[in-house]
T-cell receptor
Framework: DTGVSQNPRHKITKRGQNVTFRCDPISEHNRLYWYRQTLGQGPEFLTYFQNEAQLEKSRLLSDRFSAERPKGSFSTLEIQRTEQGDSAMYLC???????????FGDGTRLSIL | AQSVTQPDIHITVSEGASLELRCNYSYGATPYLFWYVQSPGQGLQLLLKYFSGDTLVQGIKGFEAEFKRSQSSFNLRKPSVHWSDAAEYFCAVAWQGNFNKFYFGSGTKLNVKP
C-alpha cells in the first residue's frame, strides 16, 4: 500500500491559464474522488469515479473543470481559464468497493497570481 | 439540508490534559461517521470510523469517539494529549444510500501547550 499520490504538490499559475493535476490512487481501489479545500474550511466534494465511469459531479464543478479517469487507474483534474477563486488545495481520495473509508493524498495546492 | 458542524474553530490544551472535539450532524438518514486529522500542508489521515454497533469506537493514536444518536453527535476524545497531536481535525459524514459523498465539517485546529 503506497498510498494515494498527487502531482504536483504545488502549482502557481497566472489567471487565465489552464492547469492539470494528476492523482494515482491506491492500486486495488476502484473508487476515486476529488475534493477542494479552501483556507479554514473542510474538503468539499467535487466528483467521484467508479473505475473509469464518472458517477457524480458537484455543482461546484463548473464547466471550466473537467475530470477524467480513462483506464480506471489514475485520474486527472483540469481547470481551464483559471480564476482567483480557484486558489485552493485539491485533494484526491480513493476507496475499495463497498462502504469503506476514503484514503486521501497530500493534495495539490493551487495558487493563482 | 445535510450539514456537519464543528462548533470549535480553535482549541488549546496543555500537554497531558484531556481533549474533546465536538461534531454534530443534521439530516434524517442513517449516518456513517468519521474523524480525520490533517497536519499542515498534508492530506487527511483517518483516525476512526463508526458504521454500526458499539457506539464507542476506538481509533489510532489513542483517540476514541462516541456516537450519540439522540444528540446527533460524534465527539472525539483523547484522555492525554501529546504535543504531536497538534493538527487540524475534521469530522465527516456519509449517508446510507449515498456513501460515496462525504460531507466534512469546517475543522477544529488543536494547539498543544507544553
Amino acid at each position: 500500500d503506497t498510498g494515494v499520490s498527487q502531482n504536483p504538490r504545488h502549482k502557481i499559475t497566472k489567471r487565465g491559464q489552464n492547469v492539470t493535476f494528476r492523482c494515482d490512487p491506491i492500486s486495488e481501489h476502484n473508487r476515486l474522488y476529488w475534493y477542494r479545500q479552501t483556507l479554514g474550511q473542510g474538503p468539499e466534494f467535487l466528483t467521484y469515479f467508479q473505475n473509469e465511469a464518472q458517477l457524480e459531479k458537484s455543482r461546484l464543478l463548473s464547466d471550466r473543470f473537467s475530470a477524467e479517469r480513462p483506464k480506471g487507474s489514475f485520474s486527472t483534474l483540469e481547470i481551464q481559464r483559471t480564476e482567483q477563486g480557484d486558489s485552493a488545495m485539491y485533494l484526491c481520495a480513493s476507496s475499495p468497493t463497498g462502504d469503506q473509508p476514503q484514503h486521501f493524498g497530500d493534495g495539490t495546492r493551487l495558487s493563482i497570481l | 439540508a445535510q450539514s456537519v458542524t464543528q462548533p470549535d474553530i480553535h482549541i488549546t490544551v496543555s500537554e497531558g490534559a484531556s481533549l474533546e472535539l465536538r461534531c454534530n450532524y443534521s439530516y434524517g438518514a442513517t449516518p456513517y461517521l468519521f474523524w480525520y486529522v490533517q497536519s499542515p500542508g498534508q492530506g487527511l489521515q483517518l483516525l476512526l470510523k463508526y458504521f454500526s454497533g458499539d457506539t464507542l469506537v476506538q481509533g489510532i493514536k489513542g483517540f476514541e469517539a462516541e456516537f450519540k444518536r439522540s444528540q446527533s453527535s460524534f465527539n472525539l476524545r483523547k484522555p492525554s494529549v501529546h504535543w504531536s497531536d497538534a493538527a487540524e481535525y475534521f469530522c465527516a459524514v456519509a449517508w446510507q444510500g449515498n456513501f460515496n459523498k462525504f460531507y466534512f465539517g469546517s475543522g477544529t485546529k488543536l494547539n498543544v501547550k507544553p
